[in-house]
T-cell receptor, first 114, second 110 residues
Framework: KAGVTQTPRYLIKTRGQQVTLSCSPI?????VSWYQQTPGQGLQFLFE???????NKGNFPGRFSGRQFSNSRSEMNVSTLELGDSALYLC?????????????FGQGTRLTVV | TQLLEQSPQFLSIQEGENLTVYCNSS?????LQWYRQEPGEGPVLLVT?????EVKKLKRLTFQFGDARKDSSLHITAAQPGDTGLYLC??????????FGKGNQVVVIP
């Protein structure tokens, strides 16, 4: 079956702009989580959605937001981009929202803010 | 403060050598997961350990969960270039959220 698909793979934006990233989970998976990965901080949890509801949110400013659609596809949005937002953004899908369930990751979106 | 500390941060070895990397915490986990991430890819789950003292083997990889369920180790026997990657440990930090360590970057030189 198809894996987790993230689009776009690469993105370059200017400070102050906003960006929307997309994630299509594995068919049948209703839980989608987003992570930010940087060399200094590693993988940091952003938020998790299950059945169109945000169930969990990490310690990120309100500029970071997300949503999930009825087909389980998810988007995350970052407004007023800052240089420090440059990172690899990873989406993971799983069958269950339980944290100990296997998470399947996409290849990520590499965001560069200049 | 990082919930999960991984050491060493970076390790470079010759093909055929053995290596061990560690994942430590002051917190008790009901389970720990190990992922491997290759360049340009997302992490892929290797194993989940759930019982204190548990040892799991995946071909040349041996995973151990500490008796107190606060730490875990990954041992690779006769490393091959295909083992190169970032090894991440992850555990539930409460509130049903998965926390990751910063990873062990392993490079196996042919």
């Amino acid at each position: 079956k198809a894996g987790v698909t993230q689009t776009p793979r690469y993105l370059i934006k200017t400070r102050g702009q906003q960006v929307t990233l997309s994630c299509s989970p594995i068919s049948g998976h209703r839980s989608v989580s987003w992570y930010q990965q940087t060399p200094g901080q590693g993988l940091q949890f952003l938020f998790e959605y299950f059945s169109e509801t945000q169930r969990n949110k990490g310690n990120f400013p309100g500029r970071f937001s997300g949503r999930q659609f009825s087909n389980s596809r998810s988007e995350m949005n970052v407004s007023t981009l800052e240089l420090g937002d440059s990172a690899l953004y990873l989406c993971a899908s799983s069958f269950s929202p339980r944290a100990d369930t296997e998470a399947f990751f996409g290849q990520g979106t590499r965001l560069t803010v200049v | 403060t990082q919930l999960l500390e991984q050491s060493p941060q970076f390790l470079s070895i010759q093909e055929g050598e053995n290596l061990t990397v560690y994942c430590n915490s002051s917190s008790v986990f009901s389970s720990l997961q190990w992922y491997r991430q290759e360049p340009g890819e997302g992490p892929v789950l290797l194993v989940t350990v759930v019982t204190g003292g548990e040892v799991k083997k995946l071909k040349r990889l041996t995973f151990q969960f500490g008796d107190a369920r606060k730490d875990s180790s990954l041992h690779i026997t006769a490393a091959q270039p295909g083992d190169t990657g970032l090894y991440l440990c992850a555990g539930e930090e409460g509130n049903n959220r998965l926390a990751f360590g910063k990873g062990n970057q392993v490079v196996v030189i042919p």
